[in-house]
């Protein structure tokens, strides 16, 4: 009898401690908002470090600052500190596209091989000549591998790469959105080279950078105040080299970001506003897609346009609403970020835009998280209920033998195996050929309650494991 009462205080503890841990994350969730939003997201992620920019309605900019740039020499991130902001780059070259669609030196639905001398689309059941700056931009394309890969020196041309690839159409352009990591901005890279005569990047810099004011802005992977990036946990990598830079190679800091940012407002306001439309057939879980840049439609009937980007050791996100000139930027040099950016521009849009800016897809990744947690809960809720109601009913008894011991070796292994795919980088690096990919950082923050749940839900099937059915006499 005295081995069943503490069996049932200990099963009871347990989950009382749940609940009261659970009781108190949604307590400290609905004070969040009347904090500084900024500084409870990193101490919420804690990444390694990360400048932000928010630029406010009469056009102050205001910078914060966390963590290092370099953890190991302790070198704190300043509005000065260099990053790579990965997937914005596609921005920076739509806008530059954009430049010369005004100055009429290309046109947005001109088949874009008659730009290209370089290397052309090549021929195919499809048809070549439907694929256009604007289905380029736009990730409509119909293009195939859109992703980029690990490149050693020297490092072939953006042509070469595209012949290594075999770069060709996999569907009829301009009737299907699919994300192209690399490959469609990489082209449009092509264009301005083969157009200007000018090298991509010596172009971006002369027309695009220095304009601007951008002094820190380029494509390079090394340099002086540039930050150390870091996977999982808080690994230092090392920068792999791409040569599509126009898809997701630009480096830069969170001051030339608060002028490209006003750039773009001002840009919205005076140019012709095509880079701002959305553009046909690019409907997705994502939302819909202008030319480089992403317009989320709010309840309240602003548009904030906003981009994203991630690489290895890198999170980024752009956003800003023109109408009341307000807009923001993180960057940051570490996976752990890898929700902090998007939930920052959340958290920015609710503040000063009066409305949350989402993500769709992440937030339907928070949704199943949400619902595996609730269905996890219900079950191991149920499972400790019936448990407990055939011990106090004298329904189970103590066993003599060890067989429970199955049950821990058992949980033990499903818990190794998740721990193998999910903590460590081989099973990338095996399958895929990435390196430093972790896939715990791509699960939301609320995966640490699913876990307890589950730990929770094994040790209740271990401890029952402590019983059998009382034989009835």
């Given at each position: 009898?005295?081995?069943?009462?503490?069996?049932?205080?200990?099963?009871?503890?347990?989950?009382?401690?749940?609940?009261?841990?659970?009781?108190?994350?949604?307590?400290?969730?609905?004070?969040?908002s009347?904090?500084?939003?900024?500084?409870?997201?990193?101490?919420?992620?804690?990444?390694?470090?990360?400048?932000?920019?928010?630029?406010?309605?009469?056009?102050?900019?205001?910078?914060?600052?966390?963590?290092?740039?370099?953890?190991?020499?302790?070198?704190?991130?300043?509005?000065?500190?260099?990053?790579?902001?990965?997937?914005?780059?596609?921005?920076?070259?739509?806008?530059?596209?954009?430049?010369?669609?005004?100055?009429?030196?290309?046109?947005?639905?001109?088949?874009?091989?008659?730009?290209?001398?370089?290397?052309?689309?090549?021929?195919?059941?499809?048809?070549?000549?439907?694929?256009?700056?604007?289905?380029?931009?736009?990730h409509?394309?119909?293009?195939?591998?859109?992703?980029?890969?690990?490149?050693?020196?020297?490092?072939?041309?953006?042509?070469?790469?595209?012949?290594?690839?075999?770069?060709?159409?996999?569907?009829?352009?301009?009737?299907?959105?699919?994300?192209?990591?690399?490959?469609?901005?990489?082209?449009?890279?092509?264009?301005i080279?083969?157009?200007?005569?000018?090298?991509?990047?010596?172009?971006?810099?002369?027309?695009?950078?220095?304009?601007?004011?951008m002094?820190?802005?380029?494509?390079?992977?090394?340099?002086?105040?540039?930050?150390?990036?870091?996977?999982?946990?808080?690994?230092?990598?090392?920068?792999?080299?791409?040569?599509?830079?126009?898809?997701?190679?630009?480096t830069?800091?969170?001051?030339?970001?608060?002028?490209?940012?006003?750039?773009?407002?001002?840009y919205?306001?005076?140019?012709?506003?095509?880079?701002?439309?959305?553009?046909?057939?690019?409907?997705?879980?994502?939302?819909?897609y202008?030319?480089?840049?992403?317009?989320?439609?709010?309840?309240?009937?602003?548009?904030?346009?906003?981009?994203?980007?991630?690489?290895?050791?890198?999170?980024?996100?752009?956003?800003?609403?023109?109408?009341?000139?307000?807009?923001?930027?993180?960057?940051?040099?570490?996976?752990?970020?890898?929700?902090?950016?998007?939930?920052?521009?959340?958290?920015?849009?609710?503040?000063?835009?009066?409305?949350?800016?989402?993500?769709?897809?992440?937030?339907?990744?928070?949704?199943?998280?949400?619902?595996?947690?609730?269905?996890?809960?219900?079950?191991?809720?149920?499972?400790?209920?019936?448990?407990?109601?055939?011990?106090?009913?004298?329904?189970?008894?103590?066993?003599?033998?060890?067989?429970?011991?199955?049950?821990?070796?058992?949980?033990?292994?499903?818990?190794?195996?998740?721990?193998?795919?999910?903590?460590?980088?081989i099973?990338?690096?095996?399958?895929?050929?990435?390196?430093?990919?972790?896939?715990?950082?791509?699960?939301?923050?609320?995966?640490?309650?699913?876990?307890?749940?589950?730990?929770?839900?094994?040790?209740?099937?271990?401890l029952?494991?402590?019983?059998?059915?009382?034989?009835?006499?």
């Amino acid at each position: 009898m005295e081995r069943e009462v503490r069996t049932k205080r200990i099963v009871g503890g347990i989950l009382a401690m749940f609940f009261a841990a659970f009781f108190a994350a949604t307590l400290f969730w609905h004070g969040e908002s009347s904090k500084n939003y900024a500084d409870v997201l990193v101490q919420k992620y804690k990444p390694v470090g990360a400048a932000m920019v928010f630029i406010e309605e009469d056009g102050t900019v205001r910078f914060q600052n966390y963590g290092y740039a370099d953890k190991e020499n302790e070198i704190p991130v300043t509005e000065d500190t260099k990053f790579k902001i990965a997937s914005i780059s596609k921005t920076f070259t739509s806008y530059a596209i954009m430049q010369l669609v005004d100055e009429g030196r290309l046109d947005l639905d001109t088949p874009v091989n008659k730009y290209l001398t370089s290397w052309k689309i090549p021929e195919s059941k499809y048809d070549e000549n439907k694929v256009t700056l604007r289905t380029l931009l736009s990730h409509t394309s119909g293009l195939s591998k859109s992703d980029e890969e690990g490149y050693t020196n020297p490092l072939p041309t953006v042509a070469e790469a595209m012949e290594q690839r075999e770069i060709h159409l996999v569907r009829k352009p301009g009737v299907q959105f699919e994300y192209s990591e690399f490959v469609g901005h990489g082209i449009c890279q092509l264009v301005i080279e083969d157009v200007t005569g000018i090298k991509f990047e010596d172009y971006m810099k002369q027309y695009v950078f220095e304009p601007l004011g951008m002094k820190d802005t380029g494509y390079e992977n090394e340099g002086e105040n540039f930050a150390v990036p870091y996977a999982g946990n808080g690994k230092e990598v090392s920068i792999t080299p791409i040569v599509m830079n126009g898809g997701g190679g630009v480096t830069t800091t969170a001051k030339d970001m608060s002028l490209f940012v006003k750039e773009l407002m001002r840009y919205y306001e005076e140019g012709s506003k095509e880079m701002f439309q959305v553009q046909k057939n690019t409907e997705s879980q994502g939302g819909v897609y202008a030319l480089g840049i992403i317009p989320r439609k709010l309840s309240n009937g602003k548009t904030v346009y906003e981009h994203n980007g991630t690489l290895t050791g890198w999170n980024a996100q752009m956003a800003f609403e023109p109408e009341s000139h307000n807009g923001m930027v993180v960057l940051t040099n570490s996976d752990k970020a890898y929700y902090m950016t998007y939930e920052m521009m959340e958290k920015w849009g609710e503040q000063e835009i009066g409305e949350k800016v989402e993500d769709l897809q992440i937030k339907e990744l928070h949704n199943i998280f949400f619902k595996l947690i609730l269905a996890v809960g219900i079950c191991t809720a149920v499972y400790a209920f019936f448990f407990l109601h055939n011990i106090r009913k004298g329904k189970l008894q103590k066993r003599d033998d060890k067989k429970y011991i199955v049950r821990l070796i058992l949980c033990m292994l499903l818990i190794g195996i998740y721990y193998f795919f999910a903590y460590t980088a081989i099973p990338f690096s095996k399958m895929f050929g990435m390196e430093n990919y972790y896939l715990f950082t791509f699960f939301p923050k609320e995966r640490g309650w699913l876990y307890i749940e589950i730990l929770v839900l094994f040790g209740l099937w271990i401890l029952k494991g402590t019983y059998v059915k009382k034989r009835m006499i």
